[in-house]
């Protein structure tokens, strides 16, 4: 039988180093979550090229 889902609104919340924004764990993150920084590939790229824009 499958396991239930969680609702979205339980699961944990980072906000963004490049752009600020806030996201919401993902399931390919599970085994890292800890050292997840940015939310997406284009934020990480910005993250490390230096274009990052600032958090408000």
């Known amino acids: 039988m499958k396991a239930a889902k969680r609702p979205k609104a ?4 980072k906000t ?3 752009c ?3 996201f919401s764990w993902r399931r390919k993150w599970a085994r890292d979550w800890d050292q ?3 939310c997406s590939d284009r934020c990480k ?3 490390r090229s230096g274009r990052a824009a600032t958090a408000p």
Do not use: E, I, S, Y
């Open 45 to 47: 790229g910005a993250l």
């Open 20 to 22: 600020g924004r806030p």
């Open 10 to 13: 339980t699961m944990p919340d």
């Open 36 to 38: 997840v920084k940015t």
């Open 16 to 18: 963004c180093a490049a």
